[in-house]
């Protein structure tokens, strides 16, 4: 039986920036998917907590690094990174600010230098649980092994469609699904009937993930993805209107396989 059918994908190269749309990408067993938030902006007073040189440092919570419901401003950059030549370019109101490698020192240098500039320039959160103003490290490389999402047990994140329209509905205007930082967006199931999936099994695409749990969000979800301010209350609005704080799945993939947009996702 077909449960749902495959929107959207999204990638985030860098964990706290930019997310990339993506027409397809293979689930891996064992890791979700390379190249899924593969770098990060670690705050150097961890450097020596990760054990590891920056470009190989294992999984950190992250409050050890620059994020966007700690420094909202960082979604006014438009950031985009291309594997094939490691390159990431940065742009701010439609003009470059910053192109540069990351599988060179010296490009790992220049983006590490850009973000420490940047962070100086704007303001952290009061709930920030790194206000300070320390220099800034790229972590990860460019082999898109190196993961530093949100938990350290692997996952991908599902998110329905519906789900999206009912809070667009509640708010009384268009709830962007940047907010919700998914890798999946699923069409053609009810509101909520997501959490209905934890604890099965599902055939998606060529891969086969199983589901595990709900997301329990951040304020993150209230930062505009377009301009970095805090301007809809959406955690209040998820309490008030359903109950808890919660959208979205996490899964794990149990079969390796590619996934492309309109694949089904069936029992």
Not at 241 to 250: K, M, P, S, V
């Amino acid at each position: 039986m077909t449960t749902a059918t495959i929107k959207q994908l999204f990638t985030y190269p860098f964990k706290g920036l930019t997310p990339q749309e993506m027409s397809e990408f293979v689930l891996t067993m064992g890791h979700g998917i390379k190249g899924d938030r593969a770098f990060a902006l670690m705050f150097a007073d961890r450097i020596e907590a990760a054990k590891n040189p920056a470009e190989n440092a294992p999984w950190m919570s992250k409050k050890h690094f620059a994020v966007q419901n700690d420094w909202p401003l960082l979604a006014a950059l438009e950031c985009h990174y291309e594997a094939e030549t490691a390159l990431l370019t940065v742009k701010r109101q439609g003009v470059g600010v910053l192109t540069a490698e990351t599988n060179t020192a010296a490009g790992r240098d220049r983006i590490s230098s850009f973000f420490t500039e940047y962070l100086a320039t704007i303001e952290p959160t009061k709930e920030a649980r790194h206000p300070q103003r320390v220099a800034l490290h790229l972590a990860g490389n460019s082999s898109g092994e190196t993961r530093y999402p949100d938990r350290e047990p692997v996952h991908i994140s599902l998110l329905s469609q519906a789900t999206l329209d009912q809070l667009t509905e509640r708010a009384g205007e268009n709830i962007d699904v940047r907010r919700f930082r998914p890798n999946i967006v699923l069409e053609g199931m009810e509101a909520w009937s997501e959490f209905e999936l934890i604890g099965k099994q599902f055939q998606l695409g060529n891969a086969r993930i199983e589901v595990a749990a709900r997301i329990g969000r951040c304020v993150n979800i209230e930062v505009n993805p377009e301009t970095g301010d805090r301007d809809i209350a959406l955690l209040s609005l998820l309490q008030q209107e359903f109950g808890h704080a919660q959208t979205g799945i996490l899964a794990k993939v149990i079969d390796s396989g590619n996934v492309k947009i309109g694949d089904v996702l069936t029992a």
